[in-house]
């Protein structure tokens, strides 16, 4: 049984439902790391993508285009992300409650409105969405591994294009050095002038936007349609991969990837006769043992380093 | 009770009140908005609950798990730790209690008291995992405590899927409970887990503000820092909250599968979890509230159920007026402009007394 | 006859009023600022600075420069008074102001973003722009290396704000205000973090500036410096400005004596002291922060029985870093500190309290009290798991509610009820509540660090007398303060300590003058190794 999955695991099929898996994952985290940045923890990730689903789903029905519908479901996003900075900023309330709000607007609120809009309860079936347009690369499919990269949706591509992105937001902008300003030293962006606040909100309004990227995804690709339990807590896996990337675009990736892997794997397994409900607990069992892992070991690294210096003052070297 | 203490109070009341007013605000919208029949739909969401005693007694019944997992998610609250797997405790708790009711048999009461004891054990063990990761490797405690849940909601369901399920029935269930374990109802319709649930609040209460535990974990919800000054061990009261938040969700858990059901039957997180965060916030995490804020939510609950089945408006709708009351209830800045008005009067009036009085005193 | 003190300021100021008007880059009259809690941070000062001159901001803390100098960058407001920038009459109602008038500021505590590069620090807020959208590092570094070649202020442009030496970090500072066209630049305490080597580095850097026209306010207490560099000097006390004078003209005597000084002498009345033997034993602490600055050396001093050791100095010079190595987890580079016999080093608090240590933070809101409980919450904090406080499971109300009760009436505590919330008192009720804890929990050691600073004067006198009535019933107490009058008047022996180092002791504080406190505190002199040994009791 061990070499049928390890056979399976190095196959082209596995590390394209690897990438498959894994974008949504990878917009929420890189959603989490941009408010993480600017010093606002967005944990309503998972409400924002079930939000942005249902919201896909139906402006693609009533526009039919799919186009259209990944464009809505960004702009809900927006505005979510833009609704929580106004309730933090302006009223106070607390960022993290504020994000347990828009999770428990995301379970049954989207419910809701899926009832509203379509007469149905559970799903979505009944009206015509529209589906991302797969994209096949002529000769890239041909070859095995790197196979893998063609016959993606276009979003999958955009999920890791947007790694880029965010890496020149961050790195290459002005709004960028803005954000990790004012993440970093809310008294050093006070003393140049900036406005925290509205840096704050541009920064909770793209995080809005690129979770709502992940939820079209989820209800336009991966499954046909919007059903009430589709997210499946993957924006709170998000949370994890970031909190593991430490805000970094590329290291953010990399632990999406992780967790991606970690999920494709549960669903080659089904066929094994290992219980699948076990398997599914891979995913976030890593999660847990990965993130108490990254934590230990920075934890012990500021240890170290802390020794370090204070041992190189007694040796005498000049400081 | 000192005028700005009061003021307070009075303050506190009335930013409820218009959190809840906005909400409810914000559902009327809705309803006119989608219904056939609004102010029908309205009518039962808001009044029907009260229409009978049968109603009545129904909101007492969902009152039950709340009112656990309110107590649950308040003494964690109190110490800050935003530990959100209350949710997968009460699966939990739920299950392991099934399991002693199937296979354990025992004498009546002590099979209830014996398989709500296990659910509390195991809840209480498996709360150590996030909070002990939390002390010990500084891993975020809302983050694996939401992992938890789902780890627990798939075990649970292997163990109820292939170890577990009576094959004889159709859809996914148990075996049947015994009779022993089954806690009986006081009237037709309402269990004595409500007693139960309510003898807990005052056990929490007094456990919070009458024991050095519960003020341990109160004065580190407070001020950390100061709490170690005083000589407090942070670390272990952390996760001391924790276990216990598992072990009253557990037990929540325990009673409502024991009070309601014949078998086990639960397969995905129930829910309860969750509204155990906004009691908390409604009760301010004071456990004497938290029977006034489950009674107000059951209340909702049960007036959204009768408004879904015999109107056009989905229950759902109750999530929707959580998530809003979520977000003005924790307004600290909410009607701000407003308490400046009324410290200003207050203010105002207390000067015009002590003038009254010095007036007096003068002619005397 | 020797000129009084207002005598003197009275010459000084005339001189000036005689000087022909010199082009003063700015000007400050009759500046007026109260705290909200009641404190006169500055009263009626007078403040003006030529152009082109290095101008010292001198006062112990508490005096008003700092004060002084946040009005004029615009942090905060003053009540009356008028401020002249190059003679046009403003009023800065934020440092964005200020800074577009050519004022910049480099503030003690670095304002810089840590994991960014010295060149995007610099250019935060004004990034020069590629295509309208990214940013153009290339310019922001030749930006960078531009103003660092024309004042000499060496820095990496790419390195990273975390990865570089404070010394270096505050040339960024300076270099961040030049950029954004500062001609008058503030610098705060700017030596306070800095090695001697960076100092004179600094010191040499300042002067290039000064030549390019510049202007420069330094706030600082420490005199050699000021002699080193500064044309003139403003010195500040207790709010009031002790007027402007010539540094070539004044010698660092004259200048103690302005800047260390009490107007009105507060004295306690006390029994002699009759200490005994040491409860406390501190030998050889040595202690290098994680900047490389050595903040303890070598020091070693007990504390007896029976009497109040105070430790003066100007902050900054060892105190906090003394303070934190005896109750907290911070542990120094080498050393050791023992209670009566027993090592104390890296103890946990719940440990050093049972073993007799009580503790009054300078910091109260955040280590000595919890705002938002009651007053009986805050009292029993540190006991509340005694026996006599619990009955079984449950606590003992009537016990604690009689505890609460006492202390309240013993400390004089004003307040409606025990159930009141801390944070509804003032600030000197706050204090006595901390007091009474701490006080009432039977040390044997008593560390009180800044205890009556920003509280009223009846809660001040009484938490005093409490100390000195302790101390007499045989209690080590070991004061911390920056409050002359406290450190003098109610210490029986007290320690001076500057730069990290222990510059006299006193065993007798009865015949100490100010004016010889204020030399060992601003670091003119040291007493011998053998005076200083003498603070070691067994």
Partial sequence: MLQQILSSVFSTDFLASVFRITAPILFAALASAVSERAGVANIGLEGIMMISALSGVLFSAWSQSAFVGVLGAALMGALIGLMMGFFYLKLGTDIILAGIAVNMLGGGGTIFFLYLFTGEKGNSASIPSKMLPTVDIPILKNIPVLGALSGQSILTYVAFLCVILVFILFYKTPLGLKIRAVGENRNAADSVGLSVNRVSYIALAISGILAGLGGAYMSMYYSMGFNANMVAGRGFIALAAQAMGRGEPLGTMLSSMLFGAADALRNNMEGTGLPSQLVSTIPYVITIIGLSLYTASTMNKAKRARKNRALREKKGDAV | MNNEK???????????????????????????????????????????????????????????????????????????????????????????????????????????????????????????????????????????????????????????????????????????????????????????????????????????????????IRMVGINQKFSGYSGMKVGGIVVLCQVIGGMLSGMGGSVEILGYYDRFKWRLLPGYGWNGVTIAILAKNNPILVPFAAFFLAYLSKGCVNMSIYTDVPSEMLEVIQAVIFLFFAAENFLAKYRQKMVVKQAKSELKHTDAKAAREVAK | MERSVWGQKALYQEKIMQTPEAANAVEMR?????????????????????????????????????????????????????????????????????????????????????????????????????????????KAVSLTKEYSEKYNLVVDPHAKIADIPVGVKQKVEILKA???????????????????????????????????????????????????????????????SMGVHETAGITEQEISRLMVGRDVILSVKKDAAQPTHAVLKVRDLNYTNEWGKQMLKNVSFSVRRGEILGIAGVEGNGQSELVEMLFTFEQPNSGQVQLNDTDILGKGQDELRKLGISYIPEDRMVYGAAAAATIEENLISD????????????????????????????????????????????????????????????????????????????????????????????????????????????????????????VAYFEDTSSLADFEMGEYMLGLKKQSEEEIRGAMHE
């Fill in chain 2, 6 to 216: 009061r003021l307070d109070l009075k303050f506190g009341i009335i930013r409820g009140a218009a959190a809840i007013l906005v909400s409810i605000g914000v559902a009327a919208v809705l309803i006119f908005i989608m219904s056939d029949t609004p102010f029908e739909a309205l009518r039962y969401m808001l009044i029907s609950p009260l229409s009978s005693s049968r109603q009545i007694f129904g909101i007492f019944e969902r009152m039950i798990p709340l009112m656990f997992t309110g107590l649950a998610v308040c003494v964690m609250f109190s110490a800050n730790q935003f530990n959100l797997a209350a949710e997968g405790c009460v699966l939990l708790g739920g299950f392991m209690s099934a399991l002693c009711a199937i296979y354990i048999p025992m004498p009546p009461v002590i099979h209830v008291i014996f398989s709500t004891l296990i659910a509390i054990i195991v809840c209480g063990a498996v709360m150590m995992v996030p909070a002990v990761l939390q002390t010990k490797l500084g891993a975020n405690v809302m983050v694996s405590s939401l992992m938890l849940n789902y780890v627990i909601q798939y075990t649970v369901q292997y163990f109820l899927v292939n170890k577990f399920a009576d094959k004889s029935q159709g859809a996914t269930m148990s075996l049947p409970f015994l009779e022993t374990a089954m806690i009986p109802k006081m009237n037709y319709q309402t269990s004595w887990g409500f007693v139960i649930g309510l003898v807990m609040v005052l056990l929490v209460s007094i456990f919070m503000y009458r024991t050095r535990w519960g003020y341990s």
């Fill in chain 3, 30 to 138: 009759g500046i007026t600022m109260i705290y909200p809690n009641g404190i006169t941070a500055n009263q009626n000062v007078d403040f003006s600075v030529r152009t082109g001159e290095i101008h010292a901001l001198m006062g112990e803390n508490g005096a008003g420069k700092s004060t002084l100098m946040k009005i004029l960058f615009g942090l905060e407001q003053a009540e009356e008074g008028e401020i002249f920038v190059n003679g046009e009459k403003v009023r800065f109602t934020s440092p964005h102001a200020a800074i577009a008038k050519g004022i910049g500021m480099v503030h003690q505590h670095f304002m810089l973003v840590p994991s960014l590069t010295v060149a995007e620090n610099m250019v935060l807020g004004i990034e020069p722009k590629k295509a309208g959208l990214f940013i153009d590092y290339a």
């Fill in chain 3, 178 to 240: 030049l950029v954004r066209g500062a001609k008058i630049l503030i610098l705060d305490e700017p030596t306070a973090v800095l090695t001697t080597q960076e100092t004179e580095e600094l010191f040499k850097q300042l002067l290039l500036l000064k030549d390019q026209g510049f202007t420069i306010i330094f706030i600082s207490h420490k005199l050699k410096e000021i002699k080193q560099i500064t044309d003139r000097i403003t010195i500040m006390r207790g709010g009031k």
């Fill in chain 3, 383 to 502: 006991r509340f798991t005694q026996k006599k406080f619990n009955k079984g499971p449950l606590f003992n109300t009537i016990a604690i509610q009689q505890e609460s009760d006492r202390l309240i009436k013993e400390y004089q505590v004003l307040a409606h009820s025990r159930k009141q919330r801390v944070q509804m008192l003032s600030g000197g009720n706050i204090q006595k509540v901390v007091v009474a804890r701490e006080f009432s929990a039977s040390p044997q050691l008593i560390i009180a660090d800044q205890p009556t600073r920003g509280i009223d004067v009846g809660a001040t006198e009484f938490i005093r007398k409490k100390m000195v009535e302790l101390s007499r019933g045989g209690i080590g107490v070991l004061l911390v303060s920056a409050d002359l009058n406290e450190i003098m008047e109610l210490s029986d022996s007290l320690i001076v300590m500057y730069n990290g180092e222990i």
